[in-house]
Every structure is written in C-alpha cells, then in structure tokens.
C-alpha cells in the first residue's frame, strides 16, 4: 500500500488549499482515508475522516472550513481547505484505516501513512 499527499503549500490568512492523498496497492473504495496534521512540538492529530461510504467527521477547528471528499475512480481523497488561518499551519498526512459507527470519532487510524505536504499559513 502506498500513499502520496500533496498541495501543500505557502497561502496567506483566509487563502485556500487543496490536498490530494492518491493511493496504490489497496481497493481503495472499500476503505477508510483520514487526513491527519503534526506541527512541530505536537501530537498529530486527526483532522477530517470519510468512510467507504461517504460519512465524514472533523475536527472541531476545522469544522465549517474544511471539506474532505473522495474520487473512488481516482483512488483519491482530498482536503478542501478554506479560511486557513496560521494555526493550520503543520504537516498534512493521509492515512488508510477502518471506520466504527458506535464511537464518537468514528474513524480509526491504520499503520499506513503517507509521506506528509507542508502546509504554511501566514502573511
């Protein structure tokens, strides 16, 4: 299984990105995609999920600003990034993991990730 991420990128406050995370090696529609963030000195953490079928989560930061969204012919996720603010700023990381309707954050990382795209938010 392979995962590439990229788009990442230098935007301004308030600018917009997309991130793309194409995928090999898997069938693609039947799985899971998170896309996760690690700034220096913090955890990674979970940004934005959707399962095979099409349900999404977020996290609460980004909620209303960020679209996660899926291409199952393109074996491709993307982050539609919108209203970035420098607290955005970190590196974006695609994951392939499972997705469990009972939990309050339904998607569940895997052991594959992608090799991260830089995102930088700032004037």
């Known amino acids: 299984v392979q995962l590439q991420a990229s788009g990442g990128g230098l935007v301004q406050p308030g600018g917009s990105l997309r991130l793309s995370c194409a995928a090999s090696?898997?069938?693609?529609?039947?799985?899971?995609v998170g896309w996760y963030r690690q700034s220096p000195g913090e955890q990674r953490e979970l940004v934005a999920g959707?399962?095979?079928?099409?349900?999404?989560v977020y996290t609460t930061s980004v909620k209303g600003r960020f679209t996660i969204s899926r291409d199952n012919a393109k074996n491709t996720v993307y982050l539609q990034m919108d209203s970035l603010k420098p607290e955005d700023t970190a590196v974006y990381y695609c994951?392939?993991?499972?997705?469990?309707?009972?939990?309050?954050?339904?998607?569940?990382?895997?052991?594959?990730w992608g090799q991260g795209t830089l995102v930088t938010v700032s004037s």
């Open positions: 959707i399962s095979s079928g099409g349900s999404t």
């Open positions: 994951n392939v993991g499972d997705w469990y309707y009972s939990r309050s954050t339904p998607y569940a990382p895997g052991r594959t």
């Open positions: 090696g898997i069938i693609f529609s039947r799985r899971s």
